[in-house]
């Protein structure tokens, strides 16, 4: 019995395939003892450089945790170790351009408690053309997934393009601005938001208030709430019906929280391919999650799926 479920799993997977169309970016890692104030100049502990973008880390983390993922996006001068790793860990990357233009970075500041905050420059994130959205859709079919964040032009046009061809769209509205202003989220099937997101689209920092607005806005919308430390919750759209569930974060010591979230997404997003229930598909991620924060970096971090099944039943 075991083995038929596992090979309906393995079958499930193999056939839905996901366009994650997003940002490349070098991150600066600067070692802070407090976040830089305004007219300070503040000396830093340490300077590394790791790869990162929203787009690359949630790639990467769906590589890992087992999906069949394509990247699209554009990669700038400076950013050719950016591919190679999205190639080295199995992300198909045929719709990825060269561009004339500076890699994407961000300059990241690390506390010694794990927090961070992020300054990013698009530089070649912002290069995206409607001949090459119309490309590399042109290889998905109803039912693929597209998966955003907010790093990127041009998610207006993804967004009405993939859902012109029925596939199912996740938008990650990070960083949130006035660009989404142009997205039309009634075309997503997910939303997926941190709470700093959650209060800035609603006003809100209580779940059940975020939920609600958020459905009484879009109502066939499943949206996913990851509060940190402080645990997740998800309700999903189901044959009619609405399931909530809540996954507490499993307590680790925190190194870097640079990342957390897109090996969440990542890792929730390739279990909802494999059409797993949602309390397992929260579960894996979070599990991810906190391997993630206990490693330096965004990409580097992001842990393999045995890794993070193995913390599970740690
Ligand atoms: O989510 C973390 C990422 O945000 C970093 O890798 C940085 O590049 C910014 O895009």
């Given at each position: 019995m075991s083995r038929i479920i596992v090979q309906w799993v393995h079958r499930k997977n193999i056939n839905m395939k996901i366009l994650c169309f997003g940002s490349l970016n070098l991150d600066y890692v600067y070692g802070v003892d407090h976040f830089v104030m305004p007219a300070e100049t503040l000396a830093a502990s340490s300077l590394s450089i790791h790869p990162g973008g929203k787009g690359l880390n949630q790639s990467i983390a769906l590589a890992r945790a087992g999906a069949d993922v394509y990247h699209g996006g554009c990669c700038g001068q400076g950013g050719k170790a950016l591919r190679t790793l999205l190639e080295n860990n199995g992300v198909n990357v045929t719709y990825l351009k060269d561009v004339d233009a500076p890699q994407g970075s961000a300059v990241i500041q690390v506390t010694?408690?794990?927090?961070?905050?992020?300054?990013?420059?698009?530089?070649?994130?912002?290069?995206?053309?409607?001949?090459?959205?119309?490309?590399?859709?042109?290889?998905?079919?109803?039912?693929?997934?597209l998966l955003l964040q907010n790093e990127i032009n041009n998610n207006a046009l993804l967004v009405s393009k993939a859902h012109e061809k029925g596939m199912r769209i996740i938008l990650n509205p990070s960083p949130y601005n006035e660009k989404l202003n142009d997205v039309d989220f009634s075309k997503l099937s997910w939303l997926f938001v941190n709470e700093t997101e959650a209060k800035q689209i609603?006003?809100?920092?209580?779940?059940?208030?975020?939920?609600?607005?958020?459905?009484?806005?879009?109502?066939?919308?499943?949206?996913?709430?990851?509060?940190?430390?402080?645990?997740?919750?998800?309700?999903?759209?189901?044959n009619g019906t609405i399931i909530h569930h809540y996954e507490k974060a499993l307590h680790v010591?925190?190194?870097?929280?640079?990342?957390?979230?897109?090996?969440?997404t990542g890792f929730f997003v390739s279990s909802l391919m494999k059409e797993l229930p949602l309390d397992v598909c929260m579960k894996t991620a979070s599990a991810a999650a906190a391997l993630s924060v206990t490693r330096p970096g965004a990409a580097d971090s992001i842990p393999s799926l045995k890794e993070a099944e193995n913390a599970l039943h740690e």
């Amino acid at each position: 019995m075991s083995r038929i479920i596992v090979q309906w799993v393995h079958r499930k997977n193999i056939n839905m395939k996901i366009l994650c169309f997003g940002s490349l970016n070098l991150d600066y890692v600067y070692g802070v003892d407090h976040f830089v104030m305004p007219a300070e100049t503040l000396a830093a502990s340490s300077l590394s450089i790791h790869p990162g973008g929203k787009g690359l880390n949630q790639s990467i983390a769906l590589a890992r945790a087992g999906a069949d993922v394509y990247h699209g996006g554009c990669c700038g001068q400076g950013g050719k170790a950016l591919r190679t790793l999205l190639e080295n860990n199995g992300v198909n990357v045929t719709y990825l351009k060269d561009v004339d233009a500076p890699q994407g970075s961000a300059v990241i500041q690390v506390t010694p408690d794990g927090e961070n905050c992020i300054l990013i420059a698009a530089g070649s994130n912002a290069c995206v053309s409607e001949g090459q959205i119309r490309e590399a859709l042109s290889a998905f079919e109803e039912g693929d997934y597209l998966l955003l964040q907010n790093e990127i032009n041009n998610n207006a046009l993804l967004v009405s393009k993939a859902h012109e061809k029925g596939m199912r769209i996740i938008l990650n509205p990070s960083p949130y601005n006035e660009k989404l202003n142009d997205v039309d989220f009634s075309k997503l099937s997910w939303l997926f938001v941190n709470e700093t997101e959650a209060k800035q689209i609603t006003g809100s920092d209580d779940p059940e208030t975020v939920w609600k607005i958020i459905h009484e806005r879009y109502p066939s919308l499943s949206f996913l709430l990851t509060l940190g430390e402080e645990g997740s919750h998800a309700w999903k759209q189901e044959n009619g019906t609405i399931i909530h569930h809540y996954e507490k974060a499993l307590h680790v010591s925190v190194i870097d929280t640079t990342g957390a979230g897109d090996t969440y997404t990542g890792f929730f997003v390739s279990s909802l391919m494999k059409e797993l229930p949602l309390d397992v598909c929260m579960k894996t991620a979070s599990a991810a999650a906190a391997l993630s924060v206990t490693r330096p970096g965004a990409a580097d971090s992001i842990p393999s799926l045995k890794e993070a099944e193995n913390a599970l039943h740690e």
